[in-house]
């Protein structure tokens, strides 16, 4: 059993930037990967990026390349998402999930736990 927390949300202008952390509990977590979603009211839960449990392996939606990093500290059970160069757009809810094993999924069906969500506001 695996609970995820999500923190770090908040609001911010657009060019700036916020690092959502998403902690853990279970000591077989650090074999779990990891994937970041959000969602707009009405809208679907969307894919942002992942990272496989050893770390070396990340994944983006292509709306976020270039600009939001996952990272992983297995040591605290902690995954991290940093967003830079943030635009109106990114407004969601971000949620953090976790799967067994080391393919990044895209999908939210792959996922067998789940965060609470974190709040993201990007004013204009």
């Known amino acids: 059993q695996v609970q995820l927390a999500e923190s770090g949300g908040g609001l911010v202008q657009a060019g700036g930037s916020l690092r959502l952390s998403c902690a853990a509990s279970?000591?077989?977590?650090?074999?779990?990967?990891t994937g970041w979603f959000r969602q707009a009211p009405g809208k679907e839960r969307e894919f942002v990026g992942g990272?496989?449990?050893?770390?070396?392996?990340?994944r983006y939606a292509d709306s976020v390349k270039g600009r939001f990093t996952i990272s992983r500290d297995n040591a605290k059970n902690t995954v991290f998402l940093q967003m830079n160069s943030l635009k109106p757009e990114d407004t969601d809810v971000y949620y953090c999930?976790?799967?067994?094993?080391?393919?990044?999924?895209?999908?939210?069906?792959?996922?067998?736990?789940w965060g609470q969500g974190t709040q993201v506001t990007v004013s204009s």
């Open positions: 999930a976790a799967r067994p094993g080391t393919n990044v999924a895209v999908t939210t069906y792959d996922y067998d736990y």
């Open positions: 279970g000591r077989t977590f650090r074999t779990y990967t």
């Open positions: 990272i496989g449990w050893i770390g070396d392996n990340t």
